[in-house]
Nanobody, 121 residues
Framework: QVQLVESGGGLVQAGGSLRLSCAAP????????MGWFRQAPGKEREFVAA????????YYADSVKGRFTISRDNAKNTVYLRMNSLKPEDTAVYYC??????????????WGQGIQVTVSS
């Protein structure tokens, strides 16, 4: 079992930045690829970014490419999502997930509880 705890969300103005963190206590963290997904009100949960267990491979949704950066620190059992140039349409609950490297949420085995990100215009 892998527990995932997100932090770093909040309210930010359009054009601003936030960094989300997802901590996964336990020795198995480095065995998993990690992903970030988000769900806006009234919409389905969608893929945002993913990173391989080593950090050497990353994937991004087209909507965030060039603005968001996913990274990980296996020594700290933590994955990050740096979000720059935020837009109101980035407003959503953001979830981190652990599993095989994938862009499909059904492929992930473990999920965090989610954290709210609100971007005001």
């Amino acid at each position: 079992q892998v527990q995932l705890v997100e932090s770093g969300g909040g309210l930010v103005q359009a054009g601003g930045s936030l960094r989300l963190s997802c901590a996964a206590p336990g020795r198995t963290f480095s065995s998993y690829a990690m992903g970030w997904f988000r769900q806006a009100p009234g919409k389905e949960r969608e893929f945002v970014a993913a990173i391989s267990w080593s950090g050497g491979v990353t994937y991004y949704a087209d909507s965030v490419k060039g603005r968001f950066t996913i990274s990980r620190d296996n020594a700290k059992n933590t994955v990050y999502l740096r979000m720059n140039s935020l837009k109101p349409e980035d407003t959503a609950v953001y979830y981190c997930a652990a599993g095989p490297i994938a862009t499909t949420q059904g492929d992930y085995d473990y999920w965090g509880q989610g954290i709210q990100v609100t971007v005001s215009s």
